[in-house]
T-cell receptor, first 115, second 115 residues
């Protein structure tokens, strides 16, 4: 069975500073990895994914994530945070070899960007 | 292109009743997945339908069921409601069966409150 850990319930960062939201995963075989963001009273919005290839993945709104197979991590990063980035962020995984779109999510990390 | 739509957006029911939630995927998407989101358990996978067949099922009791119609629209049903079923129910659609690593697109959710 697969699992995802987001070790920080909340990350605080000042506007303009770089941000990192951490994610580690466990899955048999190669993973498909995803980051989603959730704003209040909204569904999840897709940010980026790792399927194969380059370990640095670029996504929406200036976000990027680095896949590290040896550390089984997929941390989300942004060079310069905006107040509007404040939201709940979820990392998700599923095995690449298995048909189906069933995702296992981490517990979520609340990002607070202060002006 | 219209996004994933879910109806109703809000529901209030009492214990013992049953409820049906509806999801219309993005046009052309054949996979529909359902997730339950609660503060305590986070995001948990319920089930997935692809071409009218249930392909994956999460660890939920038999009171939770679903189906998919030929136009890819999906419904989920919860019978004999319990207080613990109060949650945000999210529907997600995807273009294919998942092996290509397509991302899922989420609807805004249905907020179910059980009194």
């Amino acid at each position: 069975a697969q699992s995802v850990a987001q070790p920080e319930d909340q990350v605080n960062v000042a506007e303009g500073n770089p941000l990192t939201v951490k994610c580690t995963y466990s899955v048999s075989g190669n993973p498909y990895l995803f980051w989603y963001v959730q704003y209040p009273n909204r569904g999840l919005q897709f940010l980026l994914k790792y399927i194969t290839g380059d370990n640095l993945v670029k996504g929406s709104y200036g976000f990027e994530a680095e896949f590290n197979k040896s550390q089984t991590s997929f941390h989300l990063k942004k060079p310069s945070a905006l107040v509007s980035d404040s939201a709940l962020y979820f990392c998700a995984v599923r095995p690449s070899w298995k048909a189906g779109n069933m995702l296992t999510f981490g517990g979520g990390t609340r990002l607070m960007v202060k002006p | 292109k219209a996004g994933v739509t879910q109806t109703p957006r809000y529901l209030i029911k009492t214990r013992g009743q049953q409820v049906t939630l509806s999801c219309s995927p993005i046009s052309g998407h054949r996979s529909v997945s359902w997730y339950q989101q609660t503060p305590g358990q986070g995001l948990q996978f319920l089930f997935e339908y692809f071409s009218e067949t249930q392909r994956n099922k999460g660890n939920f009791p038999g009171r939770f069921s679903g189906r998919q119609f030929s136009n890819s629209r999906s419904e989920m049903n919860v019978s004999t409601l319990e207080l613990g079923d109060s949650a945000l129910y999210l529907c997600a659609s995807s273009l294919t069966d998942g092996l290509a690593g397509n991302e899922q697109f989420f609807g805004p959710g249905t907020r179910l409150t059980v009194l």
